[in-house]
Structure formats: structure tokens, C-alpha cells
């Protein structure tokens, strides 16, 4: 069954840090990466990684967070930092495999707030 598992969204507040992890299982999965959609928004990239290690950051992430992957494990994680309120959002992780397409996760909240 191929599926992505996402965990470690929740409340932290102004500048603090969180780190989100996505497990992903059933196929060899070549990009993998998150995006995030605020009520009222369009869902947008937050950044991406290729099974090689080249990353894309949205700029307004750019210095603050970090994504990686252990190929191992099929995870994909996004560690972010002197997080803002402007970054409260359902977190979405997303990865790509040539036979199954690009497939989504459940979403995971992440509210900065004081």
C-alpha cells in the first residue's frame, strides 16, 4: 500500500522551532518535499528534495528551514526555525514516484502563536 505519514506539527510560539517528518512507504519515491495551505489560500510550496539531495526553498523559508531525507527510511523532514505567525499552516507533504504519480499526506497543523 503505498501512503505517506506524516507527524510533528503543533503550537510553538514565535521564533521557537519545530520539526516535521514524513514516512513514506509502498514505491521508490524520486521528489519529495512539502507544502503548506493557510485558510483562504492556495497551497504553495514550502520546499523540495530530490532523491540525490538537491533542495528548493519558497524564499520566504530561505535560512530558517531545512529539508532532508534518509532514503533508507522512505522519510522526508522539514526542520524549521525562528519560526513566524505568518508560517501557522496545514503542512502537506508530497512525494513523486514513476509509477504511482505525485501523492499527498493527511496534513499536519502547525500554529505559531504567543
Known amino acids: 500500500q503505498v501512503q505517506l505519514v506524516e507527524s510533528g506539527g503543533g503550537l510553538v510560539q514565535p521564533g521557537g522551532s519545530l520539526r516535521l517528518s514524513c514516512a513514506a512507504s509502498?514505491?521508490?519515491?524520486?521528489?519529495m518535499g512539502w507544502y503548506r495551505q493557510a485558510p483562504g489560500n492556495v497551497r504553495e510550496l514550502v520546499a523540495t528534495?530530490?532523491?540525490?539531495?538537491?533542495?528548493n526553498y519558497a524564499d520566504s523559508v530561505k535560512g530558517r528551514f531545512t529539508i532532508s531525507r534518509d532514503n533508507a527510511k522512505n522519510t522526508v523532514y522539514l526542520q524549521m526555525n525562528s519560526l513566524k505567525p505568518e508560517d501557522t499552516s496545514v503542512y502537506y507533504c508530497?512525494?513523486?514516484?514513476?509509477?504511482?504519480?505525485?501523492?499527498w499526506g493527511q496534513g499536519t497543523q502547525v500554529t505559531v502563536s504567543s
Open positions: 528534495i530530490s532523491r540525490g539531495g538537491s533542495t
Open positions: 508530497d512525494a513523486y514516484s514513476y509509477s504511482n504519480g505525485q501523492l
Open positions: 509502498g514505491s521508490i519515491f524520486t521528489s
